[in-house]
């Protein structure tokens, strides 16, 4: 199935859960086999059959099990990675801060493709305020620069508070990169707020329907781990002539 939108995880991992949990799980796996030895029953057809018989359409049984089994968790694996892979892209792409013509637009509660010209005069507008901040926070401490960025989280869609969160998080995401702090416990935990600031801002982003993607793609990967548990092994599923 083809992933547009993270709405399409659930409604492709849903089935593939079904199906594995049918193939799978022990109960049902002994159900099956209980129904394929219902003849050699005490009042089947085939009560008088020799043992061996029976053994053998027991061992035919648990075998077609095991490769239904295996072919449905190697299929759900598969998909499972695939679908974390590409809501791992798109929660990346939502949790950027916004880009100053959307920020402008949106503060002004306006829709629609900016004209070329204010675009660019926005962009420059942004620009300019970029520089000033790399001359004025580039080597401030970290207090500074955290008390400045969590005053812009309060007024996320005012012009200068958009591009200071975005200055920012464009510097210090992945942890602090300005001056060194080494030995000063108060910058080092200022360092440290702000990087669980950033992190916690950058989820805020994320819509509910990324949340419940991702909370479907865990539901599988933990069906993955018990049938794993009740001694699956995965199976590639053989190649079928497109019809």
Not at 147 to 154: F, I, P, T, W
């Amino acid at each position: 199935m083809k992933l547009d939108g993270p709405g399409d995880i659930g409604r492709t991992l849903a089935p593939l859960s079904a199906t594995l949990t049918e193939a799978a799980h022990p109960e049902m796996r002994a159900r099956k086999v209980a129904e394929a030895l219902a003849p050699f029953g005490p009042d089947g057809p085939w009560k008088y059959a020799p043992e061996q018989e029976r053994e053998k359409v027991r061992r035919q049984v648990e075998a077609a099990e095991d490769e239904r089994a295996g072919e449905a968790l190697f299929t759900i694996e598969h998909e499972a990675d695939r679908c974390a892979a590409a809501l791992a892209a798109w929660e990346a792409a939502v949790m950027v801060p916004l880009d100053p013509a959307t920020a402008w637009q949106r503060a002004r509660g306006t829709i629609g493709i900016l004209p070329p010209s204010d675009v660019l005069q926005i962009t420059t507008a942004a620009e300019l305020q970029y520089a000033r901040f790399d001359r004025s926070l580039r080597d401030a401490a970290p207090s500074r620069v955290t008390a400045a960025y969590q005053a812009a989280l309060k007024t996320p869609l005012e012009f200068e508070s958009s591009n200071l969160i975005r200055w920012v998080e464009l510097q210090h995401t992945a942890g602090w990169t300005g001056r060194p702090i080494d030995g000063d416990v108060t910058e080092s935990q200022s360092a440290q707020d702000l990087h669980q600031t950033i992190q916690a801002a950058r989820r805020s982003r994320i819509p509910p329907h990324y949340v419940e993607a991702r909370a479907a793609i865990e539901q599988a990967e933990a069906l993955v781990a018990r049938v794993r548990a009740w001694g699956v092994r995965p199976q590639r599923p053989p190649k079928r002539d497109a019809a």
